[in-house]
């Protein structure tokens, strides 16, 4: 996915399966198991609720040591996708 895609999709705001986050916190875990647990959706970490994305600094092991906690404490193994911004990243 290109900046372009991410702001395209951000614009069209938060919705009951379209969700933001600044930053991966633990409350993100509810969130995801709640999309699996229903119809899906799409959750973006570096994009504040006002849509204005602006990335988190992040590292290889960084992300994976996100994927790998997702993984660890929900057992969902959920589509993850970076896209750069600024030298950060939203995901």
């Given at each position: ?51 204005e ?6 590292k ?16 969902i ?7 750069e ?7």
């Amino acid at each position: 996915m290109k900046i372009e895609e991410l702001k395209a999709i951000v614009h069209k705001g938060e919705n009951k399966t379209l969700e933001f986050k600044e930053r991966f916190k633990d409350e993100i875990l509810k969130t995801i198991s709640a999309f699996a647990n229903s119809s899906g959706g799409t959750l973006l970490v570096g994009v504040k609720d006002n849509g204005e994305v602006f990335g988190i600094p992040l590292k290889d092991k960084a992300y994976q040591d996100i994927i790998n906690k997702v993984l660890n404490r929900t057992g969902i193994s959920p589509e993850f996708e970076k896209v750069e911004v600024d030298d950060k990243f939203c995901f």
